[in-house]
């Protein structure tokens, strides 16, 4: 089998028998293992230890971790961290879970802590971060170059695990912040741009959050941050302030203004109105046209 003993410096005495499920792409200091006929062997070994740090990265829930006589489930999209020497079991499973394993060379994995003044100490087993995009492709330019094994793909092959690493400490420890902000802000306009085009259509947050691509939790925090409001308290604020622009430039009944703004009764955008503005619809045009 191509590569084993590097495969077993890093993951332990594991056997080629146990590896016959999983597709896998591997140097002197890291490795990428991915389960794609049935699961790996070692891994759903009873308490079993690796010489090297582990990061999993879950695309589905059916990845479920023996973890300190603990059963955990990481959540999907994200990264979860197991340190050296933690005796955990990838529990037995009729179906085969969605995740890429990631195993770092403690040394080499202590070395790129240091470009960011962290220790090993600064990790611990059950971390998570998110997945992102960047991490994904780097696994799977690193899958490919070690499958195509072309001429030079070693070189490539310690290029891409050193930016593996790196991208997996920025993520786990928020480095770049500022980029990720940038990326937030124009989530966050293009759901302001959506909400102005839909106002008075039927919204929901989980339909904002697509619009931003984040999940809903996610999506709550961050435009609650950008905006001061949550995605609720800004939606009626939006339908509102169309609603009395309405009131000002046209004749529309006030039923019809309500409709027209997404609420689903004149009676409920009476009281919502009145209750933000201090005044109702009526005596608010009432009051504008007399000024004029």
Not at 65 to 87: H, M, Q, W
Request: hydrophobic fraction near 40%.
């Amino acid at each position: 089998m191509k590569d084993l003993d590097k495969i077993r410096q890093l993951v332990g005495c594991i056997t080629a028998e146990q590896l016959k499920y999983v597709d896998y792409a591997v140097n002197d200091r890291v490795g990428v293992f991915m389960p794609v006929a049935g699961q790996c062997g070692y891994a759903i070994t009873q308490d079993h230890t690796h010489p090297a740090w582990s990061f999993i990265f879950c695309f589905d829930s059916k990845c479920r971790i023996r973890l300190r006589g603990k059963i955990i489930v990481p959540d999907p999209s994200t990264v979860f961290v197991l340190s050296t020497s933690e005796p955990h079991q990838e529990l037995p499973s009729e179906t085969v879970a969605r995740y890429i394993a990631v195993v770092i060379d403690t040394q080499f994995l202590r070395q790129q802590l240091a470009e960011y003044n962290l220790s090993l100490n600064a990790l611990t087993s059950g971390m998570t971060c998110r997945i992102n995009q960047r991490l994904v492709d780097a696994l799977k330019e690193f899958m490919t170059d070690y499958e195509e094994a072309a001429p030079g793909f070693r070189q490539l092959l310690d290029a891409g695990g050193l930016k593996i690493a790196h991208l997996l400490i920025r993520q786990l420890f928020g480095v770049n912040k500022s980029n990720t902000k940038f990326h937030f802000r124009m989530s966050v306009t293009r759901v302001l741009e959506y909400l102005n085009s839909h106002y008075g259509e039927k919204i929901s947050v989980e339909d904002l959050a697509r619009v931003a691509n984040l999940s809903s939790s996610h999506f709550s925090r961050v435009f609650k941050e950008q905006t001061l409001m949550s995605p609720i308290e800004y939606i009626m604020m939006t339908r509102l302030e169309y609603a009395k622009r309405m009131l000002r430039v046209n004749e529309k009944s006030l039923s019809e203004i309500a409709l027209d703004c997404g609420f689903n009764s004149s009676s409920y955008f009476y009281q919502c109105f009145t209750r933000e503005f201090k005044i109702s619809p009526s005596d608010y045009r009432k009051n504008f046209l007399t000024a004029e």
